[in-house]
């Protein structure tokens, strides 16, 4: 869990941000939320270090018992 120090200090980025989002051009928005996408449709495709959970192997005897 992160602190409350943390915690503040990552809702005072944010809120700056948005403000400073206010600023910009609409072209400049633009530019963003393009960037935006295409690193949200990067992570989709590549997961490198994500661990991949495997699906459990079926059972090829269900009649046997352990």
Not at 7 to 19: F, M, Y
Not at 44 to 51: D, H, I, N, T
Request: no cysteine.
């Amino acid at each position: 869990m992160p602190s409350d120090e943390e915690i503040t200090r990552v809702r005072r980025l944010v809120r700056r941000l948005k403000e400073d989002l206010d600023d910009l051009t609409d072209d400049d928005r633009l530019k963003i939320q393009e960037a935006v996408t295409l690193v949200r449709r990067s992570r989709q495709v590549v997961s490198l270090g994500m661990p991949r959970i495997r699906q459990p192997l079926p059972d090829i005897r269900p009649e046997r018992t352990v």
